[in-house]
């Protein structure tokens, strides 16, 4: 503890553990951002992968296998609601019988993803803090149907307000944290600058994000980029084509070949008539700086889908900011972060120890 406490001295816009050179943090110096990074026990272990996993790519492809062939989670309740455009949307719940002052972890789910493909993270979150957790699902996802025909492939800020007001109005008591996972965290700053003061979390933690929504997916590597693209086409253009012929854009998104050239078309099938205003009314980097909860963000260099390129512009304004702190780490990959025998996330651990700090600290 010693030597976090004269590294901080020493360095008072980012803290790099000698004795682990793999981690830097980036944050604003303020007494309370330095006791909360000593009081976090994952930060004095930086992150080293699983040696069988040390390869990004490797990392990806083991994360994929993990999801496909582990038994699926069992949910205690999930369900479904109705938006007040009549949209579908959905939350899946594990711990929703613990006593009701239980806090509560809101994990706004990947790009493609759903409670199956976020069950690792639900089961961790919930054994590392013994709160309740819930997946706040969004349309078209988890095989919720589309009706009307609306889609955002980083979510509804609208859609999460009325989620989380139908998650209050079940645990009034419950004070409720959130991660955003990857595209996840796209909606999490975004409904966070877009509230700032009023925000209903706690605290929050953007878990891989790509910042930038108009500029993140040029850098994403190519391989990547063309694999989701695809992913996104099978999973919400085909199976709704008889709801989707009449858009101007349909083709272009059937077609696209890469993350870039379906997002520069989904414009329509999210409700906004050009690029431009729904880049406006979508992109989390347009209001970040008025966010005001207390927030956490990791990154890896080694992340080959949000390139750590995107952080750069933003690390300046980030350090001004008393409420952000940035973990970037050498290794990680994207989303995976797996380590020791039984390649366990060393992210998980992390979210989990972040809220419990500031929980306390609340307390």
């Not at 750069?312 to 025998?341: E, F, R």
């Given at each position: ?7 901080l ?11 682990a ?14 006791q909360?990074?000593?009081?976090i026990r ?11 996993l ?20 069992i949910?205690d309740?999930?369900?479904?609601l ?18 009701a ?9 990947t ?10 993270m639900?089961?961790?979150?919930h054994?590392?803090?013994?709160w309740r ?21 980083f ?20 004070p409720?944290?959130?991660?955003g ?19 209903r ?28 693209a ?19 854009t349909?083709?272009h ?5 890469d993350?870039l050239?379906f ?5 329509e ?5 050009c ?22 963000l ?17 690390l300046?304004?980030?350090q001004?900011?008393?409420n ?7 290794k ?8 020791g025998?039984?390649a366990k996330?060393?992210?998980?651990k992390l ?13």
């Amino acid at each position: 503890m010693p030597a976090i406490t004269s590294l901080l001295d020493s360095f008072p816009s980012f803290l790099k553990n000698k004795s682990a050179p793999l981690l830097e943090i980036f944050y604003k110096p303020t007494t309370d951002n330095k006791q909360l990074i000593q009081e976090i026990r994952q930060l004095q272990r930086p992150y080293q992968p699983t040696f069988w996993l040390a390869n990004t790519h490797v990392q990806l492809i083991y994360l994929e296998l993990k999801k496909k062939l582990e038994k699926p989670l069992i949910y205690d309740h999930v369900e479904t609601l109705t938006m007040a455009d009549g949209g579908k949307t959905a939350l899946a719940w594990y711990g929703y019988n613990l006593p009701a002052s239980t806090p509560t972890i809101v994990i706004l789910h990947t790009l493609t993803g759903s409670p199956r493909s976020m069950q690792d993270m639900v089961r961790d979150l919930h054994e590392y803090t013994g709160w309740r957790v819930v997946v706040a699902v969004r349309r078209g996802h988890g095989g919720l149907e589309f009706d009307p025909p609306r889609f955002n492939i980083f979510g509804s800020t609208q859609d999460l307000r009325e989620q989380l007001a139908h998650i209050e109005q079940r645990f009034p008591q419950s004070p409720l944290y959130a991660v955003g996972s990857s595209a996840g965290s796209g909606l999490l700053i975004r409904y966070l600058g877009e509230e700032q003061q009023n925000a209903r979390f706690k605290a929050s933690f953007a878990f891989c994000p790509g910042y930038n929504t108009d500029e993140g997916f040029k850098y994403c590597h190519p391989f990547y980029s063309k694999y989701m693209a695809k992913k996104l086409i099978r999973t919400f253009i085909e199976p709704h084509q008889s709801k989707l012929q009449q858009l101007a854009t349909f083709n272009h998104l059937k077609a696209a070949k890469d993350l870039l050239a379906f997002h520069e078309k989904v414009y329509e099938f999210s409700g906004y008539p050009c690029y431009q205003h729904y880049s406006d009314a979508t992109n989390p980097m347009k209001v970040f700086q008025q966010v005001a909860i207390p927030v956490m963000l990791l990154n890896a260099e080694d992340d080959p889908v949000c390139n750590i390129q995107n952080l750069d512009p933003y690390l300046a304004d980030i350090q001004q900011m008393p409420n952000l702190i940035v973990v970037k780490t050498k290794k990680g990959s994207h989303c995976a972060y797996q380590q020791g025998w039984q390649a366990k996330s060393w992210a998980h651990k992390l979210m989990a120890e972040y809220f419990q700090v500031i929980h306390k600290r609340d307390a």
